[in-house]
């Protein structure tokens, strides 16, 4: 199995998106996207929803895991070649790992949504990168994991520890928290 990566921004209130799906403006802060985009290039291949692919042109050249329930096991996108359909209740991760040729060395950048980011919990991440911003407020905004947790709290109850926290943007109020596996 690959190293398991989860990356989100999150407001005040543990909010990763407006309540409509799309990303607030205020979440685009430069510090977290160059973290953001340093971690995707370290990464062999990104798994997202299909909805919460990102907007960057790195996402576009790398392999992908797409999360979605319009497949019943796997498939190859037919719009990607480097792109894998996965549906969790079909297929394992390591079947998917194996089409998308991940080994156990490769890093696997989980980078939403919501219920993406649920699936993996449930799985376990090797480590979290969960930036909060505590100047931005998304009321009625879409959480980081299913059930509206705080994202700390979700973290800890799945066996992760908060290893290192260091502010990015004392200005914009950033904060990268370092999540990893006890």
Request: with cysteine; charged share 25%; aromatic share 6%.
């Amino acid at each position: 199995m690959p190293i398991i990566e989860g990356y989100a921004i999150v407001s005040r209130d543990g909010m990763i998106a407006n309540a409509d799906g799309s990303h607030p403006e205020t979440l685009k802060i430069e510090a977290d996207q160059s973290f953001f985009r340093a971690g995707l290039q370290r990464s062999r291949a990104i798994a997202h929803g299909r909805h919460s692919g990102g907007d960057g042109a790195e996402l576009s050249s790398g392999r992908r895991l797409i999360v979605t329930r319009r497949v019943d096991t796997l498939s190859i996108d037919p719009v990607n070649a480097k792109a894998v359909l996965w549906n969790p209740a079909g297929a394992s991760l390591a079947e998917a790992c194996r089409l998308l040729s991940l080994g156990d060395r490769d890093a696997l950048a989980v980078v939403g949504g919501t219920d993406v980011f649920g699936v993996f919990l449930a799985m376990g991440y090797d480590a979290f990168f969960l930036s909060r911003a505590a100047g931005v407020e998304i009321p009625r905004g879409r959480p980081v994991f299913p059930g509206g947790v705080p994202p700390q709290s979700a973290l800890t109850r799945h066996g992760m520890a908060l290893r290192e926290s260091r502010v990015m943007d004392a200005d914009k109020a950033l904060v990268l928290e370092v999540w990893k596996r006890v």
